[in-house]
């Protein structure tokens, strides 16, 4: 089973940006398909990015294409998620999770860490 820590969350104003990593340990992180999804106050689970089991595919939810970039350190076992023009809609606990599927992402995943809150001021 692999288990996975995220950091990096914070209090940003809107427009800045934050670097969130996703440290892995036990069975290898890369054997599964990798991303983040987040959950805001009294919403649904939201998925916001995933990369294929190689690291050579990504895709991104309409909401955070553009702004945000997802990428792997397989070497270290980390995923991170570059957030860049960062809006108060992006206010949210952010999970890195470890999914059977790539795509769709959130329908067969394995394993999610405890989560980051990130906070977007206006």
């Known amino acids: 089973q692999v288990q996975l820590v995220e950091s990096g969350g914070g209090l940003v104003q809107a427009g800045g940006s934050l670097r969130l990593s996703c440290a892995a340990s036990?069975?290898?992180?890369?054997?599964?398909?990798r991303g983040w999804f987040r959950q805001a106050p009294g919403k649904e689970r939201e998925f916001v990015a995933a990369t294929s089991w190689s690291g050579a595919s990504t895709y991104y939810s309409d909401s955070v294409k553009g702004r945000f970039t997802i990428s792997g350190d397989n070497a270290k076992n980390t995923l991170y998620l570059q957030m860049n023009s960062l809006k108060p809609e992006d206010t949210a606990v952010y999970y890195c999770?470890?999914?059977?599927?790539?795509?769709?992402?959130?329908?067969?995943?394995?394993?999610w860490g405890q989560g980051t809150l990130v906070t977007v001021s206006s």
């Open positions: 036990g069975r290898t992180f890369n054997s599964f398909a």
């Open positions: 999770a470890a999914s059977r599927s790539y795509r769709p992402f959130m329908d067969y995943l394995e394993v």
